[in-house]
């Protein structure tokens, strides 16, 4: 069992920044950031493998937001730069547990067994 909390969640103007924290009792897995609007489904922001290297970012977010683990704080970071209102939602942590790939990262939500309870990250225009 892997118990993950998120925080750093808030309100924010357009172009403005946030760090998200997420804390986990281990970040030894792989590791994603998700993200849900009101509507739609959840969609992947970034992904990380268990072994490290160059992580995943989606399109949308891709040269706005960077994730980054510190395993000595058991903790992944997501900072998010030049925010815009089409990233309002609510950001989720999310945990692989068990044994794969270490160095494959995943971005699909079922691949995930272990979920935060979300921060909701609203930015106004």
């Known amino acids: 069992q892997v118990h993950v909390v998120e925080s750093g969640g808030g309100l924010v103007q357009s172009g403005g920044s946030l760090r998200l924290s997420c804390a986990a009792s281990?970040?030894?897995?792989?590791m994603g950031w998700f993200r849900q609007a009101p509507g739609k489904e959840r969609e992947v922001v970034a992904a990380i493998s268990r072994a490290g290297g160059r992580p995943y970012y989606a399109d949308s977010v891709l040269g706005r937001f960077t994730t980054s683990r510190d395993s000595a704080k058991n903790t992944l970071y997501l900072q998010m730069n030049s925010l815009k209102s089409e990233d309002t939602a609510v950001y989720y942590c999310?945990?692989?547990?068990?044994?794969?790939?270490?160095?494959?990262?995943?971005?699909?939500?079922?691949?995930?067994?272990?979920w935060g309870q979300g921060t909701q990250v609203t930015v106004s225009s």
């Open positions: 999310a945990v692989k547990g068990g044994s794969y790939s270490y160095t494959k990262y995943y971005t699909q939500a079922p691949d995930y067994n272990f």
């Open positions: 281990s970040v030894s897995y792989a």
